[in-house]
T-cell receptor, first 116, second 113 residues
Framework: AQKITQTQPGMFVQEKEAVTLDCTYD???????LFWYKQPSSGEMIFLIY??????QNATEGRYSLNFQKARKSANLVISASQLGDSAMYFC?????????????FGAGTRLFVKA | ETGVTQTPRHLVMGMTNKKSLKCEQH?????MYWYKQSAKKPLELMFV???????ENNSVPSRFSPECPNSSHLFLHLHTLQPEDSALYLC????????????FGPGTRLTVT
């Protein structure tokens, strides 16, 4: 069975500091993708970053980077230089090739609060 | 319009009403999804359509009926809902494949009275 675990219901970070949001996963798929999404209070889910299970390098997108440790089955999101606009819910998600590339499993989310 | 749009943004309906949620994507994607997001619960996948064919139905009650007339449009028909169906309903689209990210609409906030 596939599962995503986000153990931090809420996180606080000071503006301009870096923060790491944890994500661990479980899957029997030989190939899978890991995603992070941001959901502001407006409700819309915004795609942030993607990591493929066979990618050799950790993904980076601007201030977002993914600390992928395949052996530990973890895919933590690192946000550098936090901004007030980063306050939102963050969801880790996974999609495996055995489900035809359609079924995406989401974690419960972490609410990030950025303090001025 | 660009991206994924959903209408209406807010909906209040009684348990005996029939209503429909609409989703439209302008991204040329070939897969579309309905998700339910309730308070304090992970996002729940309801239905997936690929090339207008339903490929995933996650044990959703029959009072929710999806329809995908073409690759750009997705509907969720609602009838005789229960108060526990009150939630944010999100539509998403993507290309097929495990490497493709999903693009979400703004959601419909549904309240069943």
């Amino acid at each position: 069975a596939q599962k995503i675990t986000q153990t931090q219901p809420g996180m606080f970070v000071q503006e301009k500091e870096a923060v790491t949001l944890d994500c661990t996963y479980d899957t029997s798929d030989p190939s899978y993708g890991l995603f992070w999404y941001k959901q502001p209070s407006s409700g819309e889910m915004i795609f942030l970053i993607y990591q493929g299970s066979y990618d050799q390098q950790n993904a980076t997108e601007g201030r977002y980077s993914l600390n992928f440790q395949k052996a530990r089955k973890s895919a933590n999101l690192v946000i550098s230089a936090s901004q007030l606009g980063d306050s939102a819910m963050y969801f880790c998600a996974m999609r495996g090739i055995n489900t035809g590339g359609f079924k995406t499993i989401f974690g419960a989310g972490t609410r990030l609060f950025v303090k001025a | 319009e660009t991206g994924v749009t959903q209408t209406p943004r807010h909906l209040v309906m009684g348990m005996t009403n029939k209503k429909s949620l609409k989703c439209e994507q302008h991204l040329g994607h070939n897969a579309m999804y309905w998700y339910k997001q309730s308070a304090k619960k992970p996002l729940e996948l309801m239905f997936v359509y690929s090339l207008e064919e339903r490929v995933e139905n996650n044990s959703v009650p029959s009072r929710f009926s999806p329809e995908c007339p073409n690759s750009s449009h997705l509907f969720l028909h609602l009838h005789t809902l229960q108060p526990e169906d009150s939630a944010l309903y999100l539509c998403a689209s993507s290309q097929e494949g495990s490497r493709s990210e999903q693009y979400f609409g703004p959601g419909t906030r549904l309240t069943v009275t």
